[in-house]
């Protein structure tokens, strides 16, 4: 399962194979006197996601592959020209371990996400904190027996890590969209579970997770959903998902029409403006007419989830996408993606554009049939980009762009790299000595977040059993959300007579297992007793006092 998904989502992000441009070969593997900013890396490997350290270096995650085979993870740490500094192998070998993403933690470590094969023949999510030495903190591997997921993307926040697992499988009803809040520890604060509400919604699949500036979190990608004209098919169409800090779903999009025009594709990777204004890198597919094919694509929407414009950067491609997405200091937008002509050849492309889509320039990169897994603009305005590049073999490549879309000349000021470790940073191997959790137990478990109250009748103490784990379940437009809250500090108690009157409104700690209500003196009836956390009701029941 783990080969076919991976092979899956590199499909998705090429076009016709052809090879590699010799030249680039040679530049970047031969001659290490090239002035430009181009790199490859290590042989079968290919990476999944990069970032910039608080050095100034950059971070590479991906893996090593060949043969169609996952043989392990790879994190890779370059100086500021792209040399590199040190590499670690994840998990053991041919141990099926992939790291699709990895982000700078606030003391200066690295927090990192993939799947892994290492403990079940189906692969599980993991998550590995290391220290600023690149040293193991924790790890903990969510397990899921007899279900593959792996953890696709994850970011820092203010309180812990926000991660997105994709779930897949041949079932298109189940869950597919897993999204977690974890604490400092890898501990889960609560998770997130989205089934679809009817089959005609399926085969949903997220690329990206974004945290924006007021600490919502983003996701973007793609499902089938029925349009307004044919509403008993699905088609493909871009999807978005908005979730507070909280775990509150503010809105679920899939993209539809714009001005009555039907829109169909993908959403790929997303940024959101000062104004917060959400922009996607796409790819828009126009089934039929004379303008046939798949267009790279830049999508517009407000923050409150309306569909506001979209913008095709080329207007001919018989194949194409907007594979990334990124800022410029000037609030312009760096789009990575590519496109294919028929007749002609695959390249890969840089577009620069404003806000409104117009395209201000255009860098071509290379010609290959395999587009940009990622990007990132550095701190000092400098526009970084990863690909897997097959030419024999599945190579990973490096550009590093200035804001004007030339390749970035090589730095010759001396800067210190890796400052908070004491000591060089060895290349080695991070073994997955990791905790396993099961994280579906308590989606499983008719009794999570159950309010137990006893005795019923109750005649002088009324006993009030707290649920360990909150749990609630909501229909919004496109899924079924359940929702378990595992850390929660505090939710309100409260107890209603017949009438609607509340008789009773306490706080109540989630450390406190049982509460205790003396009811001697209230006139006899029924009541209803709930549990309120997060302006929700999580749990309820009624009770008779004699």
Known sequence: MFIKLTVFIFKIM???????????????????NCQSWQHSYFPNTGPWGIIESYDKGFVIAGMYYSNFTVHCGLILKTDIN??????????????????????????????????????????????????????????????????????????????????????????????????????????????????????????????????????????????????????????????????DQYGNTDWELPWTNVNGEIYYG?????????????????????????????????????????????????????????????????????????????????????????????????????????????????????????????????MTYAWKLNSDLEYDTLYTHPYVYDSLCPHPIASDTIPLDCIIVGIDEPFKNPETGKLKVFPNPARDLLHIIIPEQLKTENQNQVFNLTTVYHQWHSATLEIYDLFGRKILSKEVLQSEKEVAVDVSLWPGGMYVVRLVYNGQTVGSGKVMVE
């Open 266 to 394: 993908q959403g790929i990777q997303s940024v959101t403006s000062l104004r917060k204004t959400i922009y996607t890198g796409a790819r828009h597919i126009i089934p039929s007419g004379s303008n046939q094919g798949d267009k790279p694509s830049l999508l517009k929407t407000s923050n409150d989830g309306d569909e506001l414009f979209y913008f095709d950067l080329n207007q001919n491609s018989t194949l194409g996408l907007s594979s990334t997405i990124d800022w410029f200091a000037d609030s312009t937008l760096a789009l990575g993606g590519g496109w294919w002509i028929g007749g002609g050849q695959p390249i890969n492309k840089v577009t620069k554009t404003d806000t409104n889509g117009n395209v201000l320039k255009i860098k071509e990169i290379n010609v290959s049939y395999e587009t940009f897994q990622d990007a990132v603009v550095s701190s000092d305005n400098k526009l970084l980009l990863v690909a897997g590049i097959y030419t024999n073999m599945l």
């Open 82 to 243: 792209g040399n590199v500094l040190w590499d670690k192998k994840v998990g053991t070998y041919n141990d099926g371990t992939v790291v699709y993403d990895i982000k700078q933690t606030n003391d200066g470590g690295y927090i990192m996400t993939g799947g892994t094969c290492h403990f079940n023949k189906e692969e599980d999510p993991f998550f590995v904190k290391l220290d600023a030495c690149g040293n193991l903190d924790w790890c903990r591997v969510y397990s899921t027996p007899g279900i593959d997921d792996i953890g696709k993307a994850i970011s820092s926040v203010l309180d812990g890590y926000v991660s997105y697992i994709f779930r897949y499988g041949s079932d298109s009803t189940q869950a597919k969209i897993w999204l977690f809040k974890l604490d400092n520890t890898g501990k889960i604060i609560w998770e997130q579970s989205y089934a679809q509400i009817d089959t005609l919604i399926r085969n949903e699949l997220c690329y990206t997770l974004h945290v924006t500036n007021t600490e919502h979190y983003q996701l973007s990608g793609y499902c089938y959903y029925p349009d307004s004209i044919n509403g008993q098919i699905s088609y493909l169409k871009p999807l978005l998902i908005n979730v």
């Open 14 to 32: 090429k076009f016709i194979k052809i090879l590699f441009f010799l030249f680039l070969f040679f530049c970047t593997v031969i001659n290490s």
